[in-house]
């Protein structure tokens, strides 16, 4: 099975900080990586799909970089809707792994 | 408008069994891929398996194999989830989720979630 790490677990940032998440796969992925967003009492949504493409509606302050193993979610001006939890997940072969998330908060 | 619509909040007692539902609207059921998500009180997001309408070929995370079945109705557009003899540990929410596919496979319109709650 493949393993998805996330760092840091939490952070506490102010409106119009850049915020970097990484996310490590336990083996190479290539591509196959996906981000979700989840607001507290709520499903979770779509962000980014294939390491950097911007689901339709997503604000353009979020973007993806990565691949095989290391990829990292940055958010390049916290907004206060910002602030949920984040999560990575794999899509390679056929499972779908997610990473245990990262909490954002106010600080 | 793609959406899927999942069956009300369920309290159960253990060893009870349950079945939970997915209805899907506006998009090709058949087409794409149904996945199930949990999320126990307080936690992450755990895959349990996916099912693919169209001929109902299913697969499981190890995890949640032989634990729930998944399984889909054509006719009425629904995917279900179900369990045979709950335990209070499968005290959680439960998403289904449709899976569609660029160049890679990715989770993009999901239901509002199932709250089962299972106490004796």
């Known amino acids: 099975d493949i393993q998805m790490t996330q760092s840091p677990s939490s952070l506490s940032a102010s409106v119009g900080d850049r915020v970097t998440i990484t996310c490590r796969a336990s083996?190479?992925?290539?591509?196959?990586l996906n981000w979700y967003q989840q607001k507290p009492g709520k499903a979770p949504q779509l962000l980014i799909h294939?390491?950097?493409n911007l689901q339709s509606g997503v604000p353009s302050r979020f973007s993806g970089t990565g691949s095989g193993t290391d990829f990292t979610l940055t958010i390049s001006s916290l907004q206060p809707e910002d602030f949920a939890t984040y999560y990575c997940?794999?899509?390679?072969?056929?499972?779908?792994?997610f990473g245990p998330g990262t909490k954002v908060d106010i600080k | 408008e793609v959406q899927l619509v999942q069956s009300g909040a369920e309290v159960k007692k253990p060893g009870e069994s349950l079945k939970i539902s997915c209805q899907g609207s506006?998009?090709?059921?058949?087409?794409?891929?149904i996945a199930w998500v949990r999320q126990m009180p307080g936690e992450g997001l755990e895959w349990m398996g996916t099912?693919?309408?169209?001929?109902?070929?299913?697969t499981y995370s190890p995890s949640f194999q032989g634990q729930v079945t998944i399984s889909a109705d054509k006719s009425t557009s629904t995917a279900s989830l179900q369990w045979s003899g709950l335990k209070a540990s499968d005290t959680a929410m439960y998403y289904c989720?449709?899976?569609?596919?660029?160049?890679?496979?990715?989770?993009?319109?999901w239901g509002q979630g199932t709250l089962v709650t299972v106490s004796s």
């Open positions: 989720v449709r899976v569609n596919r660029e160049t890679v496979y990715y989770l993009d319109s």
């Open positions: 506006g998009y090709s059921f058949t087409s794409y891929w």
């Open positions: 099912i693919y309408p169209g001929d109902s070929h299913t």
């Open positions: 083996q190479t992925i290539n591509r196959n």
């Open positions: 294939g390491v950097f």
């Open positions: 997940q794999q899509s390679y072969g056929t499972s779908f792994t």
